[in-house]
């Protein structure tokens, strides 16, 4: 089992950036596609963006391509999403999951791991 832990919320001005990070403990985490969810205040979760185990197919929301990039370091168990020129709309409490078939997956229905989720707040 894997255990995910998100960092890097915080509040920002539009137009501004954070990075976020993801970090795992226990599992094998090198094998997991992982994926980055959101989800504002009466709203559902929806993706943002997905990399594959190995970091060579990556995939995002289309409001998020161009400003967000999803990386990973497996030495370090590590998920990172940075965000650039964030907009009030990108205002959410944002997830990372694993998805344990390894592709990385636009369908949060493959994820079965789940962090505790970090508040982003970009205020304009």
């Known amino acids: 089992q894997v255990q995910l832990v998100e960092s890097g919320g915080g509040l920002v001005q539009a137009g501004g950036s954070l990075r976020l990070s993801c970090a795992a403990s226990?599992?094998?985490?090198?094998?997991?596609?992982v994926g980055w969810f959101r989800q504002a205040p009466g709203k559902e979760r929806e993706f943002v963006a997905a990399?594959?185990?190995?970091?060579?197919?990556?995939d995002y929301r289309d409001v998020v391509k161009g400003r967000f990039t999803i990386s990973r370091d497996n030495a370090k168990t590590t998920v990172y999403l940075q965000m650039n020129s964030l907009k009030p709309e990108d205002t959410a409490v944002y997830y990372c999951?694993?998805?344990?078939w390894g592709a990385g997956s636009t369908d949060i229905k493959t994820y079965k791991y789940w962090g505790q989720g970090a508040q982003v707040t970009v205020s304009s």
């Open positions: 999951a694993a998805d344990t």
């Open positions: 226990r599992g094998t985490f090198s094998i997991y596609g």
């Open positions: 990399i594959s185990w190995s970091g060579g197919s990556t």
